[in-house]
Nanobody
Framework: QVQMVESGGRLVQAGGSLRLSCAVS????????MGWLRQEPGKEREIVAA????????GYVDSVKGRFTISRDNAKNTVSLQMNSLKPEDTAVYYC????????????????????WGQGTQVTVSS
């Protein structure tokens, strides 16, 4: 089990940028598929982006491709989400999430694979 603390969420105008960061505790970080998920009120959580153990593979939901970039630093146990060209529809609570160790990256879109979650950080994009 790992614990995560997100930071970086705030109010931003449409077209602006934000960088979310997630600090992860635990010695197995370099063996874990990490993801950023978001949830709007009344809606299910959505996988926004995910990254493989060493960062060689990434995946994104179609609505953020070309605007968001996920990255990780295994030496610092951190994962980040750079969000550019933000839109009002990006408004949500964003969660950092971790799969159990040694899971294949190919299943990153299944949010039920993510066993541990952070507390979330609110991103609000005004029009």
């Amino acid at each position: 089990q790992v614990q995560m603390v997100e930071s970086g969420g705030r109010l931003v105008q449409a077209g602006g940028s934000l960088r979310l960061s997630c600090a992860v505790s635990g010695r197995t970080f370099s063996t874990i598929v990490m993801g950023w998920l978001r949830q709007e009120p009344g809606k299910e959580r959505e996988i926004v982006a995910a990254i493989s153990w060493k960062g060689s593979s990434t995946g994104y939901v179609d609505s953020v491709k070309g605007r968001f970039t996920i990255s990780r630093d295994n030496a610092k146990n951190t994962v980040s989400l750079q969000m550019n060209s933000l839109k009002p529809e990006d408004t949500a609570v964003y969660y950092c999430a971790a799969q159990p160790p040694y899971r294949a990256f190919s299943d990153y879109e299944n949010f039920q694979r993510y066993a541990d979650w952070g507390q979330g950080t609110q991103v609000t994009v005004s029009s």
